[in-house]
Each structure stands twice: as C-alpha cells, then as structure tokens.
C-alpha cells in the first residue's frame, strides 16, 4: 500500500507555481536531475531538503508527503501489519 505521494504531490505545487525542476534545484543547490529522480519517486530528499522545498513552495511537509490524505482505515491497515 503506497500511503506517502511525494512525488505526486510535489509534481503538483510546482506546477500550481510554474516553477521548474530546475528553478527549485539551483534554489536547493542540487541538480535538475535529482529533482527528476524525486519526481519519478526514484529518490526522496532528506529531511532537511524537504524542509526547504516546503518553505519554497509554502507547503506544510504532510502535505508534500501526503499525510493529508491518510484516512483511519489507511492507519488501521498499516498498523496491524507492524503488530
């Protein structure tokens, strides 16, 4: 079950911005391609990272992972499976 939608939802708010994959790498001081690799949901940022990409964007971090959208039966289902 994929509950984070990182990608997804970073894909959206920069495009919600206008903002390039390249625009928010030089901000970062990264490269386009990492962006793309987060993007493809290949990588994910550090929490540092992630942090500045939220103030950037003027995003919260569970909006960006998707915590938003995680609904009772998600945590039920996630949590039964650790026990």
């Known amino acids: 079950m994929k509950l984070l939608k990182f990608p997804e939802n970073l894909r959206e708010a920069l495009a919600v911005r206008e903002i390039t994959q ?42 960006l992972l998707g915590y938003d959208d995680i609904t009772e039966s998600d945590y039920q289902k996630v949590h039964k499976n650790i026990k």
């Open 22 to 63: 390249k625009e928010l790498a030089e901000h970062l001081g990264t490269t386009q391609q990492t962006v793309s690799r987060w993007l493809k949901g290949i990588n994910e940022p550090d929490l540092t990272l992630l942090l500045e990409i939220c103030l950037y964007l003027r995003e919260t971090p569970n909006t």
